[in-house]
């Protein structure tokens, strides 16, 4: 942070006391109860739970499978509920561990969503995280990737983010066409493959259009 150490003191006492961070036994620090505190908030203020978790445990009890809201932060991307379905899968990510960027069925109708500045800024920082997803290394040919996903207006991941599990997802979007986020069903690879794919794809964007429809 670079500041004195006196600072650095007065800065980890003001978070102590805040309840940001707590000390331990060893003399060592953690996170404090008060973060528990403010992610209970953040689910409470959050719009897209708000509307969605009604959508979402319809979906999960409908299907037997579970269901995902994700969503961008600046340049991370979250997972924010999950509805579990009928055979509850163990996940890797789950609220509160950044997912790669450009793996899996969320992120990327996610980022078809986002205007072209936005995607191109995105494409140019993140050059090796995209030659690592397998995705063209070419602007024109990246963009056309997305712009196919953008139409579909869904898209199906096998085994992209982890390798038993595959997913069919639809973005969030609020009124005014800006992206809130994606509505996801998550499976393994092997039920996927005996699922109807295209009526699953259409449950999903109906009701993530209907999310999307109560979003402000």
Not at 3 to 32: C, E, I, K, N, W
Not at 77 to 101: K, M, V
Not at 176 to 194: E, P
Request: glycine share 8%; net charge positive; proline share 6%.
């Amino acid at each position: 942070m670079q500041v004195s150490l006196p600072t650095g003191y007065r800065y980890v006492r003001m978070l102590t006391d805040a309840g940001l961070l707590q000390r331990t036994a060893d003399s060592q620090y953690t996170l404090g109860p008060r973060i528990v505190v403010l992610d209970h908030y953040i689910r409470l203020s959050d719009p897209v739970l708000q509307h969605g978790l009604p959508f979402m445990k319809e979906l999960a009890a409908q299907t037997g499978l579970d269901c995902v809201v994700s969503a961008l932060y600046g340049g991370q991307l979250l997972d924010t509920h999950r509805e579990t379905g009928s055979a509850p899968l163990n996940l890797s990510y789950g609220r509160g561990r950044p997912r790669p960027l450009f793996r899996g069925a969320a992120p990327k109708v996610i980022l078809a969503a986002l205007p072209t500045a936005a995607l191109h800024k995105l494409f140019d920082a993140r050059q090796g995280e995209v030659a690592a997803a397998g995705l063209p290394t070419d602007w024109p040919n990246f963009r056309r990737t997305f712009s196919r996903i953008r139409k579909a207006g869904f898209y199906r991941s096998h085994g992209e983010l982890e390798a038993s599990l595959a997913a069919v997802a639809a973005p969030l979007l609020h009124p005014d066409g800006r992206v809130a986020g994606a509505l996801s069903l998550v499976t393994t690879v092997d039920r996927m493959a005996v699922i109807d794919t295209t009526k699953l794809a259409q449950r999903v964007m109906r009701a993530a259009q209907d999310i999307g429809s109560r979003l402000p």
